[in-house]
């Protein structure tokens, strides 16, 4: 089945930092990716759409500059957080959409928690 | 989407059938239902999915009501990894399932 893989599965900084997530589609090409952020003991929000070859589409009210996003090839999808404080601490997570299945079924990547000291 | 409601935790006994509910009262003739769950710490996994036919794989079972307004996921014999936040989502076929609206879904704990 499709496979998603999210690198790396935890991180911790500094606050002022730069910190990159990399999300990959492995047997399976995405020419879209979703990036979700959870807070403990809340669901998923979704915080933006990646497309291969263009700008990202964010959801309203995520900061477009601080969360940037990357979509270099069909299979990579990279966020970037930049400039993290203590309020971007999170679970990250990462999903994409295997269109050769047909069934509009999201495989998710094991999800990025970053800590911000 | 059409809008879901789901109880937000249950239990079952390790071994026996797990039998979430979740209403679906709005759907639209051409939305699915989807249903995935997270693990603690982990990235949600996707389970299950129909449109008015009950469904089965490896995992669970899913009935949906004639009427579709509501749906059950079964899980026949619930072991201890089960336990988990279930979600149930409705959503069109060919539309940008990835702008899917996950609830609050259901916290479902399996106890030995």
């Known amino acids: 089945g499709a496979v998603v893989s999210q690198h790396p599965s935890w991180v911790i900084c500094k606050s002022g930092t730069s910190v990159k997530i990399e999300c990959r589609s492995l047997?399976?090409?995405?020419?879209?990716m979703f990036w979700y952020r959870q807070f403990p003991k809340q669901s998923l929000m979704l915080m933006a759409t990646s497309n291969e070859g263009s700008k990202a589409t964010y959801e309203q009210g995520v900061e477009k500059d601080k969360f940037l996003i990357n979509h270099a090839s069909l299979t990579l999808s990279t966020l970037t957080v930049t400039s993290a404080h203590p309020e971007d601490s999170s679970f990250y997570i990462c999903s994409a959409r295997d269109l050769s299945s047909g069934a509009n079924v999201l495989t998710f990547g094991a999800g990025s928690r970053l800590t911000v000291l | 989407d059409a809008k879901t409601t789901q109880p937000p935790s249950m239990d079952c006994a390790e071994g026996r059938a797990a039998n979430l509910p979740c209403n679906h009262s709005t759907i639209s003739g051409n939305e699915y239902v989807y249903w995935y769950r997270q693990i603690h710490s982990q990235g949600p996994q996707y389970i299950i999915h129909?449109?008015?036919n009950n469904e089965t794989n490896e995992m669970a079972s899913l009935i949906i009501t004639e009427d579709r307004k509501s749906s059950t996921l079964i899980l026949p014999h619930a072991t201890l990894r089960d336990t988990a936040v279930y979600y149930c989502?409705?959503?069109?076929?060919?539309?940008?399932?990835?702008?899917?609206?996950f609830g609050d879904g259901t916290t479902l704990t399996v106890k030995p």
């Open positions: 989502i409705v959503r069109v076929v060919g539309t940008n399932a990835g702008k899917s609206t």
């Open positions: 047997d399976f090409q995405a020419t879209t």
């Open positions: 129909g449109l008015k």
